[in-house]
């Protein structure tokens, strides 16, 4: 079985939203630092059901430390800007998401 866990700091505040079948599901971006001279890693977490529910009610915002598990790998996706190039990121399906509001942000290292 893989698993996934990291840490970083929310980057926008989270979209939640319900589906056309009524499964609530919550988009995420999180910036994971990678030492204190470079950028962010940034991972694009989405959340389903009831973990997005919580989420949603946890009041989680931009800013907040998360620290996001999944019990899966997570994917390469593709996608093209508005400039017309072509990027790629990371998107992870998390199992559980905890949001630590009384901690301070995250940095570089």
Known sequence: M???????NLGQDPDFR???NGEAYMRL??????G???QP?????????????????AGAKKGNRVTVM???C??????????????????VKAS?????TDLPPLRGK
Do not use: C, H
């Not at 971006?29 to 990678?34: I, P």
């Not at 997570?74 to 998107?91: H, I």
């Open 2 to 8: 893989f698993s996934t866990v990291f840490t970083g």
């Open 18 to 20: 319900y589906a056309a």
């Open 29 to 34: 971006q999180v910036a994971v630092s990678t």
């Open 36 to 38: 204190k001279d470079s």
């Open 41 to 57: 890693l940034w991972v694009k977490v989405v959340a389903f059901g009831k973990t997005a529910e919580w989420l949603s009610q």
């Open 70 to 72: 999944a019990d899966s």
């Open 74 to 91: 997570p994917e390469l996706e593709t996608f093209q800007r508005k400039d017309g190039s072509w990027d790629s990121g990371l998107v």
């Open 96 to 100: 559980r998401v905890e949001v630590q």
